[in-house]
């Protein structure tokens, strides 16, 4: 029996080695940071290149089930996974860790309207942590920005006035009050990730009265089947692949 596990998450890591040694795993990167955290087992790196290449790769190696465990703005590869399963009769299941409960944020569609929601609401000093490509749509915004991400963001798509500190989660919570802190910030603005690696800035800010923007999750495609948790994706493999 084998699986595709599409990941990049802990949860993907966490699943490929509770599978094994019962069920082959192989597993999907997108490649987008260097010296990646790796999953046990067989690990491909790279797009497939588009549903074309997607197909093409599960003809070649035929699967039993494919598990997109993807982060949940992976928004391009779990359409395209699910149409191609759909298309080929693959089983085919999203691991999707559950959102964070918005609280006071102010929850928007997309970047463009974070941007926006900045500057209306007159914001001075700015957390970013939506990530490398998430930094250029505030790139006219008049206020000073923390930017951080794993990997540099092209430094002609950047707000004017800002700061870029390159990390890689887990964060405590001592040291996202510091920072907040530290760099006087007066509002945050953050995907909805969910999990517990990243959420400590949400509670070091709701500490502090900082203000949250919360860009909300890509809905997922219509009708995929979806489970919250390593054990229910477990549960599913299991009997998928019986
Ligand atoms: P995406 O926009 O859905 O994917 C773009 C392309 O990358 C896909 O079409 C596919 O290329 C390739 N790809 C993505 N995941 C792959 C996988 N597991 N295996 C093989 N190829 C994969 O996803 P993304 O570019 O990875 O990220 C989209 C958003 O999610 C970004 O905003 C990013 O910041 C965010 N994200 C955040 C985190 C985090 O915070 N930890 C982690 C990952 C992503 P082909 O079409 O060529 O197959």
Redesign the pocket.
């Known amino acids: 029996m084998r699986i595709l596990l599409?990941?990049?998450?802990s949860e993907a890591r966490t699943l490929a080695a509770r599978l094994r040694p019962g069920i082959e795993v192989i597993s999907?990167?997108?490649?987008?940071v260097p010296d990646p955290a790796l999953p046990v087992g067989e690990v491909r790196i790279?797009?497939?290149?588009?549903a074309d290449?997607?197909r093409k790769w599960l003809l070649d190696r035929p699967v039993d089930a494919v598990v997109d465990a993807?982060?949940p703005?992976?928004?391009?590869?779990?359409a395209?996974a699910t149409a191609v399963c759909a298309e080929l009769g693959v089983p085919h299941l999203v691991l999707a860790r559950p959102a964070w409960p918005p609280g006071d944020a102010t929850v928007v569609r997309d970047d463009a309207e974070a941007a926006k929601t900045i500057a209306a609401q007159g914001h001075q000093r700015v957390f970013l942590t939506?990530?490398?490509?998430?930094a250029a749509a505030f790139k006219d915004v008049d206020a000073w920005f923390l930017i951080r991400a794993?990997t540099p963001p092209d430094a002609a798509d950047l707000p004017s006035r800002h700061q870029v500190v390159l990390s890689r989660g887990p964060y405590r919570y001592d040291d996202e009050l510091a920072l907040l802190r530290e760099h006087r910030i007066d509002a945050l603005v953050t995907?909805n990730?969910g999990g517990t690696m990243?959420r400590p800035k949400l509670d070091a800010a709701a500490e502090l009265g900082v203000a949250v923007v919360m860009v909300d999750r890509p809905p997922l495609p219509a009708g995929v089947r979806t489970v919250a948790s390593v054990d229910a994706a477990v549960d599913w493999v299991t009997d998928t692949t019986r």
């Open positions: 599409l990941g990049g998450t999907s990167l997108a490649g987008r790279g797009g497939f290149g588009g290449g997607l993807t982060h703005y992976a928004a391009t590869m779990t395209t939506t990530g490398r490509s998430g794993v995907k990730s990243t």
